[in-house]
């Protein structure tokens, strides 16, 4: 759980170079080049390529820039695109979600830039990239994927969760829709404010970090900001919100408030971090069973009064049952998804 330890980076405009039909782009080379493996005979039909044409330059430069920024000293090399596509197909095959579009013949240069990625970041985790209707889509069904953006924007996303966006950001905005929920690092830009789309809302800002909740089958759109100012919006309300603050939309009746605080509790998908301070049990069980996807309960009387203070960091099930039936003076039983605590009997 928590912060993925191995980013996934894409760069919006980097894309374009994966649907030209009138050019072989020889990514094994660059990947060569850029790992220093290039035999002076490769630097130099390289270098034939990117000075042949302006767009093969532009490429060459593209690709550079997401090996740069993929920290690809503590990655994997493949020296083969083609095991490198056969590691994306092979993930395709085993970890297709049930409400993603399927990646058809059309969707080909897609599964290219995957293995592409695979090849300079070496990634753990996956999530579907495709194109509909001239958009980028980005959807993921594991918690904590990071998406660079073009901008310098960092976007992670929380399970079940999508990015959506034009292939470049114009001159006036950055604007995306989000589909879930994503904590944003948007990197500042005077000039072109960052608009993220929801369902019935909108959040604007220049380059602040703030955390976005905005499922479908949820009533409430919530926004959470870590660092800076950002205005949440819909079509009847607009309010600002500073660091601490949180905004709530209901979407039944459109309305919009503003709360002067929020559980970090909140953030822990993405953090990783789970603090509870006086803390009554059916709040800390109602967060980790948000956390972990399980369930947590206790069959003891009493126990809806008990209060807990503690500080679970990027913790396993494992160690946070332990602590628990060490505080509790209990025994936790698993039966099916859910486990419970009861009281030890002495005999």
């Known amino acids: 759980m928590g912060v993925n330890e191995n980013p996934i980076v894409i760069y919006m405009k980097s894309y374009k170079m994966y649907f030209m039909s009138n050019a072989k782009v020889p990514y094994d080379l660059m990947i060569r080049f850029?790992?220093?493996?290039?035999?002076?005979?490769?630097?130099?039909?390289?270098?034939?390529?990117?000075?042949a044409s302006d767009?093969?330059?532009?490429?060459?430069?593209?690709?550079?820039?997401?090996?740069?920024?993929?920290?690809?000293?503590?990655?994997?090399?493949?020296?083969?695109?083609?095991?490198?596509?056969a590691k994306v197909s092979k993930q395709l095959n085993e970890q297709k979600p049930k409400h993603v579009i399927g990646l058809r013949e059309r969707f080909t240069p897609i599964i290219r830039i995957a293995a592409i990625i695979l090849v300079i970041v070496g990634i753990s985790s996956f999530y579907f990239l495709f194109m509909r209707h001239g958009n980028m889509i980005i959807e993921t069904q594991s918690a904590g994927q990071y998406v660079a953006l073009s901008d310098g924007t960092k976007v992670w996303l929380n399970k079940n969760s999508s990015i959506s966006f034009l292939e470049s950001f114009d001159a006036k905005q950055r604007k995306i829709t989000l589909k879930g929920?994503?904590?944003?690092?948007?990197?500042?830009?005077?000039?072109?404010?960052?608009?993220?789309?929801?369902?019935?809302?909108?959040?604007?800002?220049?380059?602040?970090?703030?955390?976005?909740?905005?499922?479908?089958?949820?009533?409430?759109?919530?926004?959470?900001?870590?660092?800076?100012?950002?205005?949440?919006?819909?079509?009847?309300?607009?309010?600002?919100?500073?660091?601490?603050?949180?905004?709530?939309?209901?979407?039944?009746?459109?309305?919009?408030?503003?709360?002067?605080?929020?559980?970090?509790?909140?953030?822990?998908?993405?953090?990783?971090?789970?603090?509870?301070?006086?803390?009554?049990?059916?709040n800390v069980f109602s967060d980790l069973n948000a956390y972990y996807d399980l369930e947590f309960k206790a069959e003891f009387a009493g126990w809806e009064k008990l209060e807990l203070n503690t500080i679970f960091d990027n913790a396993t099930k494992e160690v946070v049952i332990k602590t628990l039936e060490l505080t509790l003076d209990a025994k936790c039983v698993k039966n099916n998804n859910t486990y419970v605590f009861s009281k030890i009997v002495s005999e």
């Open 34 to 51: 850029f790992s220093g493996l290039a035999t002076t005979n490769e630097q130099q039909s390289l270098e034939v390529w990117r000075k």
């Open 181 to 282: 929920e994503a904590y944003f690092d948007v990197n500042r830009d005077t000039l072109r404010p960052f608009i993220i789309e929801t369902i019935e809302s909108e959040v604007t800002v220049l380059g602040t970090e703030f955390n976005i909740r905005a499922y479908d089958n949820e009533e409430d759109v919530q926004v959470s900001v870590t660092e800076g100012k950002v205005a949440f919006s819909n079509d009847r309300d607009r309010v600002t919100l500073v660091v601490g603050e949180s905004g709530v939309m209901t979407k039944s009746n459109m309305s919009l408030k503003k709360h002067s605080t929020y559980s970090s509790n909140e953030l822990a998908w993405h953090t990783g971090i789970l603090q509870f301070e006086n803390a009554s049990l059916p």
């Open 55 to 85: 767009e093969n330059e532009r490429v060459f430069i593209e690709m550079k820039t997401i090996w740069s920024v993929s920290d690809s000293k503590n990655s994997f090399f493949e020296s083969s695109t083609e095991a490198a596509l």
